[in-house]
């Protein structure tokens, strides 16, 4: 069974541009979740998809969108990229919606704002 | 301030060592998961609780929820190399809010 994929796994930009993640979640999962992680503030909520609708979100600007397809895939995007927005971004995957199923996290984007 | 909090925020010992990892909150949890974070991969779920004063065991690990389901322990026994990495606890709140605590760094030293 294929695990979560990630893409990138490295990306490099300049602040004010913008920036899309993408994430393939194991087959037959239908909710995507995504997280931000620094070493200041560790593993922080961005938002939750299950069947293409977004169920919960975190305490991020609205920078910060998401969506996810029919096929559960998912992308992420940033607009306008701040210095403080680089970070290592994690997609989970859960067979159902909300955590308690256990979530099965990809390897990440480290993105890197310069 | 964090939701969960975690301690050792770090530890270092040798390899064959016992050692014990907390994670605690004032809030009352409805689930709680443990996962290991090794460097340049995602956290891989260890285990996850449900139930006040349950005990899982995974090999050498002994995870133990709290009998009010506000804290939960990890306990290693004769830790070993490969178990170093980033042990984070993350739980589930009114079944529908879930925070990670910023983790415990473990090396075991050969």
């Known amino acids: 069974k294929a695990g979560v994929t990630q893409t990138p796994r490295y990306l490099i930009k300049t602040r004010g541009q913008q920036v899309t993640l993408s994430c393939s979640p194991i087959s037959g999962h239908r909710s995507v979740s995504w997280y931000q992680q620094t070493p200041g503030q560790g593993l922080q909520f961005l938002f939750e998809?299950?069947?293409?609708?977004?169920?919960n979100k975190g305490n991020f600007p609205g920078r910060f969108s998401g969506r996810q397809f029919s096929n559960s895939r998912s992308e992420m995007n940033v607009s306008t990229l701040e210095l403080g927005d680089s970070a290592l971004y994690l997609c989970?995957?859960?067979?159902?919606?909300?955590?308690?199923?256990?979530?099965?996290f990809g390897s990440g984007t480290r993105l890197t704002v310069v | 301030t964090q939701l969960l909090e975690q301690s050792p925020q770090f530890l270092s010992i040798q390899e064959g060592e016992n050692l014990t990892v907390y994670c605690n909150s004032s809030?009352?949890?409805?689930?709680l998961q443990w996962y290991r974070q090794e460097p340049g991969e995602g956290p891989v779920l260890l285990v996850t609780v449900v139930t006040g004063g349950e005990v899982k065991k995974l090999k050498r690990l002994t995870f133990q929820f709290g009998d009010a389901r506000k804290d939960s322990s990890l306990h290693i026994t004769a830790a070993q190399p490969g178990d170093t990495g980033l042990y984070l606890c993350?739980?589930?709140?009114?079944?529908?809010?879930?925070?990670f605590g910023s983790g415990t760094k473990l090396n075991v030293k050969p």
């Open positions: 993350a739980g589930q709140y009114n079944f529908n809010k879930f925070y």
């Open positions: 989970a995957s859960s067979p159902g919606q909300g955590v308690s199923y256990g979530y099965t």
């Open positions: 998809y299950f069947s293409e609708t977004q169920r």
């Open positions: 809030s009352v949890f409805s689930s």
